[in-house]
């Protein structure tokens, strides 16, 4: 005879397990659409100049993003968080190497050129130049810094509520990776892996009042790095305030991007029929390819975009709330808050709602590092739910000492 109490919780580990592989599937269809959505926008807003080389490049690191993100799937979560130290070690090292370039350079250019793997774009040393190919470590680092979080409140969830192991301790670590990436000129990667730690600090269970103190701290650290930087205030005071006035000088990027999204109207100009990608906006295959995508497909597909973005973030938020344990909850929840912030900052500088930043848009952008990044993340979701089940199952079977149970797992 059956027991009703094994078969209930066998009913509800079935209808955990579905609802996990049906956000696992919408998760991949969201990828998978935004990959190949950002491939047709890449060949438009390049189709004058380079874009066949760009073409071919950035299909190229989809396929090896796709690769890496399908082997890190065939991982267990649990043993990469258990490498959470080893992972922010590998990740504060190119960090610091650019970090200390670009502190050099402010100082004394000369000093800094001919330096192997580096090179100067736009006043900053972001990335590391392999070949023809680049790479944004700091892009790397956030996700490690997620992995570490993960890791440390998941494994020690009595901690969280202490100053000392709770919140003294993980933020010095992570605090190093943080200044390593502010180094190197990076602001808007800086506020954006801000953003993540305190989420997951949040969600892990750190006492409330201590984000009055972290708040205050984040704030005054970003008013100092602004004043120190003449561009950076312009950007603000100038180009996001005033694009109108300032149309011709630093504010000329924002100015034509409000007209690429004005143009578009509701059904947009139809595609490749972008009048702004003629030379008008600079970087439009990158931080300002969703003006083009405003431009070409309207309201309508700019918000068809969005709303294939809260599906993405969505999923990743319904695989926490699923996991079968804190560490896999974290990870899932930390992933989908930092592909959610890159979303909502990029439309939202590219709208004018916030000062101009260098971030990118999940999976549509050009860019190598970030849709590796993004595609390692889907990994990491997907071997949660892979290993879901399993976890659930072991764990049940451990607490009513049922072999049956613990064999099948």
Known sequence: MNDPGSSLVTWLNQYRDNFRRAAAVVLLITVLSLSIFGIIMLYSTTASSSGEVMLIKQAKWILVSIICGFIVSCIDYRWICKQRLKLLLVAIIPLLYLGIIHLVSMQNPAVVEGLPLVRSVNGAYRWLFLGSYTIQPSEFAKVAIIIFLAGYYGR?????????????????I???????????????????????ILAMLFVAGVKFRYFFILGALSVCMVAMVLTMSTNRMERVTQSWLHPEEYRKTSGYQL????????????????????????????????????????????????????????????????IAVLAPDRQGSLLAMGIGFSIGMHAFLNISVVSGFVPTTGVTAPLISYGGSSMMVTWICIGLLCSIVRRSREIEQKEYASLTNDPEILLSA
């Open 156 to 172: 020690h969830p009595r901690w969280a509520p202490q100053l000392k192991r709770g919140l003294i301790y993980p933020l010095a």
């Open 174 to 196: 992570v605090g190093c990776v943080v200044l390593a990436i502010l180094m190197g000129g990076s602001l808007s990667i800086t506020m954006i892996t801000g953003s993540v």
């Open 255 to 318: 100015y034509n991007s409000h007209l690429a999204l004005g143009s578009g109207a509701k059904y947009g100009l139809g595609f490749n029929q972008s009048r702004m990608k003629q030379a008008y906006l600079p970087e439009s295959h990158t931080d300002f390819i969703m003006s083009i995508v405003g431009e070409e497909t309207g309201y309508t597909g700019m918000m068809t975009v969005i709303m294939v973005y809260l599906l993405l973030v969505g999923s990743a938020f319904m």
